[in-house]
């Protein structure tokens, strides 16, 4: 068997995935280097591919990507049907979940406003702040990294309502559990609303300005999950009527955002870079090893995988 890797595994981690398969051939390579004549003798890999290579990867059969978005490889014609999906859904709480609150406690105290009168040298004192204590927030897309992050506002007082499909499951992260058509109906309440949802149709443009407008006016809107998810004219406008007070983005549309766009100069926006992931937290790619090495395992065994993509929902 040969296994591609096109992370940028260490000498431990290395270990942990030749462990997991021994007497295969690894190749620690980015995929966009390797020949077609290399490629089309790999039968797993771990990472990422260019969407147009699975389709010449005639012995390819499960791609264990280092993301948890997968949207890239469900589009039509991409992914031959042969081939197992796996993602990295639980490798990330930690850090998106973590830089997702810093944006939020920015936010709720000025900081970003004070940090831009800094480079002024202006010493002004900007007013009243918000605080959690006693805040409702919704957490829309109550996984891994919803879970988490409901925990950080529950501990500083905040009271934390779940959103996801099934509301028959328990989270003991939070205070209860709305459908989406609740959380809908409901939304005006919530002084914090987060997004996780990931890329599926049923998630593109559903925060669009009829969204916006039944908010609480000074709301703080954010998303950590996927930027589809958003219409950012429609995210503008409600900023600029005062339908709610401020937005906080790790994820836009497109990616990188054109510099010329108006989302850079709002100031009511915090925006980073889609960079609350990825591997800024180094443990975070021993997390990734961990999953993959555990379904290599499972695949050579015939076993179910851990984070397998239901093809038709998108997600695991």
């Not at 942990?16 to 004549?37: H, M, N, P, R």
């Not at 999953?291 to 851990?306: C, H, T, V, Y």
Request: net charge negative; glycine share 8%.
């Amino acid at each position: 068997m040969k296994i591609l890797v096109t992370i940028p595994v260490n000498e431990k981690q290395k270990q942990v995935l030749e462990e997991a398969s021994q007497g295969a051939t690894f190749i620690y390579q980015k995929a966009a280097d390797l020949t077609a004549s290399e490629l089309g003798e790999i039968e797993v890999v771990v990472g990422q591919l260019l969407t147009e290579q699975p389709a010449q990867m005639p012995a390819l059969k499960l791609l264990q990507t280092d993301s948890a978005g997968v949207d890239r490889y469900l589009a039509p014609g991409v992914l031959p049907d042969q081939v197992i999906l796996a993602n990295a859904t639980g490798a990330y709480g930690k850090s998106v979940s973590e830089h997702m609150f810093a944006m939020l406690m920015t936010l709720q105290k000025k900081l970003e406003l004070y940090r831009d009168q800094q480079f002024r040298g202006a010493w002004n004192d900007l007013g009243e702040v918000m605080t959690l204590s006693r805040s409702r927030v919704a957490v829309v897309g109550i996984g891994d990294i919803g879970k988490r992050f409901a925990g950080f506002c529950k501990a500083f007082g905040g009271a934390v309502i779940g959103v996801r499909k099934d509301k028959s499951k328990s989270v003991p992260e939070v205070d209860g559990i709305y459908d989406m058509e609740e959380f809908m109906e409901k939304r005006g309440e919530f002084d914090v609303i987060i997004s996780f949802l990931p890329h599926t149709p049923e998630t593109i443009g559903i925060y669009n300005r009829e969204f916006f407008k039944g908010l609480k006016k000074t709301a703080i809107f954010m998303n950590g999950g996927r930027g589809t998810a958003v219409v950012q004219e429609d995210l503008l406008a409600a900023l600029e009527a005062g339908e709610f007070g401020q937005a906080a983005l790790d994820v836009t549309t497109p990616e990188p955002l054109p510099a010329d766009h108006p989302l850079w100069q709002e100031a009511r926006v915090l925006l980073t870079p889609h960079v609350s992931g990825q591997f800024h937290l180094p443990e975070t790619l021993d997390i990734i090893t961990e999953i993959a090495a555990a379904n290599i395992r499972s695949f050579q065994k015939g076993d179910k995988l851990k984070n397998q993509i239901d093809r038709n929902k998108g997600y695991a």
